[in-house]
């Protein structure tokens, strides 16, 4: 090759793109004697010093989904995670792939979130189209019906729910009947056709109750509102495709908790909810430790429902009632439901008895985060659970699977 040619090969070498990748790999170890399935495996991506932008995860030599998030949304991944099954005493061998360049795969979605405007020229309820992905708004504004469903709606193929954007900030849920993504065609309403096919509907009214594991604060007497906020926001932080993850944030939000001199705080709530799996995971981070006050959470007490609770965190009810308020019963059946709660019992200064409206706990932590799981069932379903001791002993072991948490061996 004479000088030229080579000096213009070693320009065009020059030119490529280097392409920086880790390969590793880890394995998930299940100490339980039962199978794990559809657990969430997540890792930390700041422990693997790059900036990562892509992946491969491979069990057996077979490529599966997973997904990148960046969390706090400033431009650089937090968290890779996939889901896997692993059978009782034993483990299994991921083979993963970091790459710093690329844009991760297009898996077929198993989870779906959205957010909407409610578009005034647009009369069907299921045919809403200002899609955003956030929206934040001052004191004294009520954006609950500017949004279409008041708020983000999340689901997989076993359940849905939404968060209402407003002062009470309410978790409500939708039940199904089959395993199904059904969000972007019903927009949580059904019409009359849809629900003729089974689609799912809403099926728990909330009014201003603890819904199903709404945080509040507590006055030494009864959950409070969030009222006293600066400025509120929900933010979409992950559409998928195996997790959706909705960010609610209080900036300046100053409890009432009947004592003079209560100063404000800031407290940002992530909503996970990972494919195959009926829990959503409620974590919540406050800008300084938040032993100074005091929260409620815990749920709805469901017309008629009898109650189970374990004293130590796990709590749950199987009751039936309408889902909507009773001037808007028209169209709608009662709907028999199963709540639950499980809350690390560090948290736990009370677990309040039953009044008219909610099961509820109240809650502190020394810390500057709170972290618990809420899960709920339907009757309604083909594939889930129709009596209130079915319930309860899903709930049973539910706790007791994640009291067995599984070991990433690197």
Request: charged share 25%; hydrophobic share 30%.
């Amino acid at each position: 090759m004479n000088k030229k040619l080579l000096t213009n090969a070693l320009v065009l070498f020059a030119a490529l793109p280097v392409l920086s990748q880790k390969t590793f790999s880890i394995t998930v170890v299940n100490d339980y004697r039962k199978p794990k399935i559809n657990v969430p495996i997540v890792l930390e991506l700041k422990e693997y010093g790059m900036d990562v932008k892509s992946a491969a995860v491979k069990d057996s030599g077979n490529e599966i989904p997973y997904q990148i998030d960046d969390l706090n949304q400033d431009g650089t991944a937090d968290e890779l995670c996939f889901i896997t099954n692993v059978d009782g005493k034993s483990s299994k061998k991921f083979d993963i792939t970091l790459y710093d360049t690329g844009k991760p795969k297009k898996y077929e979605p198993q989870v779906y979130v959205e957010m909407l405007l409610s578009n005034k020229k647009v009369k069907e309820s299921n045919k809403q189209d200002l899609y955003i992905s956030e929206l934040t708004v001052n004191n004294g504004t009520n954006p609950y019906w500017t949004l279409h469903h008041h708020g983000a709606a999340f689901e997989n193929y076993m359940v849905a729910y939404r968060i209402y954007f407003d002062h009470r900030q309410t978790v409500d849920i939708y039940g199904k009947y089959k395993k199904q993504l059904e969000l972007r065609e019903t927009q949580f309403y059904p019409d009359k056709n849809q629900k003729a096919a089974q689609y799912g509907d809403d099926v728990l009214w909330v009014g201003s109750t603890l819904g199903l594991g709404t945080l509040r604060g507590w006055n030494g007497q009864q959950p409070t509102m969030l009222d006293n906020v600066d400025r509120r926001s929900q933010k979409i932080i992950s559409y998928g495709p195996i997790r959706t993850i909705v960010e609610v944030k209080d900036k300046g939000w100053t409890p009432n908790t009947g004592k003079e001199g209560t100063q404000p705080i800031d407290m940002t709530t992530l909503y996970t909810l990972y494919a195959g799996n009926r829990a959503c995971h409620v974590n919540v981070k406050f800008n300084k430790p938040a032993g100074d006050y005091l929260f409620a959470t815990g749920f709805i007490n469901v017309k008629n429902s009898t109650e189970y609770s374990d004293k130590k965190g796990l709590r749950g009810c199987w009751g039936t009632d309408w889902p909507v308020s009773a001037k808007d019963s028209v169209g709608h059946k009662r709907e028999t439901v199963g709540l639950g709660i499980c809350i690390p019992q560090k948290y736990i200064v009370s677990e309040e008895t039953a009044n008219k409206d909610n099961y509820a706990y109240v809650i502190k932590t020394e810390t500057d985060e709170l972290n618990y799981q809420i899960t709920f069932c339907s009757d309604n379903e083909t594939f889930g659970y129709h009596s209130d001791k079915e319930w309860y002993n899903f709930l049973k072991e539910w706790k007791e699977d994640m009291s067995h948490p599984i070991r990433i061996v690197r």
